[in-house]
């Protein structure tokens, strides 16, 4: 079992970065692939980007690539996703979350894949 925990999250103007983070404590975080998902007002939650246990293999929504970049530091149990050139449509609830992968190079784009997550926080960009 893992816990998660996001950080990072405000208030920024279009055109803007923000850094995310998600520590992990509980089992050894390598053993699992992690995503990124978000949720918008009045929206499903819906898949941003993934990366694998080991050997760093990502894969994002077309909707943040070349924007986005997921990136982890097993050694420091901690995802992160950096965010640059910010819309007003990245508005949401972002989520990390895990998925058992027992040390593959394996990531998920699905959220039934994945058995734990956090408890999100707010990114709000204004226009």
């Known amino acids: 079992q893992v816990q998660l925990v996001e950080s990072g999250g405000g208030l920024v103007q279009a055109g803007g970065s923000l850094r995310l983070s998600c520590t992990a404590s509980g089992r050894t975080f390598y053993y699992y692939a992690m995503g990124w998902f978000r949720q918008a007002p009045g929206k499903e939650r819906e898949f941003v980007a993934a990366?694998?246990?080991?050997?760093?293999?990502?894969y994002y929504a077309d909707s943040v690539k070349g924007r986005f970049t997921i990136s982890r530091n097993n050694a420091k149990s901690t995802l992160y996703l950096d965010m640059i050139n910010l819309k007003p449509e990245d508005t949401a609830v972002y989520y990390c979350?895990?998925?058992?992968?027992?040390?593959?190079?394996?990531?998920?784009?699905?959220?039934?894949?994945?058995?734990?997550w956090g408890q999100g926080t707010q990114v709000t960009v204004s226009s």
């Open positions: 979350a895990a998925a058992s992968s027992a040390y593959s190079g394996r990531y998920y784009y699905s959220q039934d894949e994945y058995t734990y």
């Open positions: 990366i694998s246990s080991i050997g760093g293999n990502t």
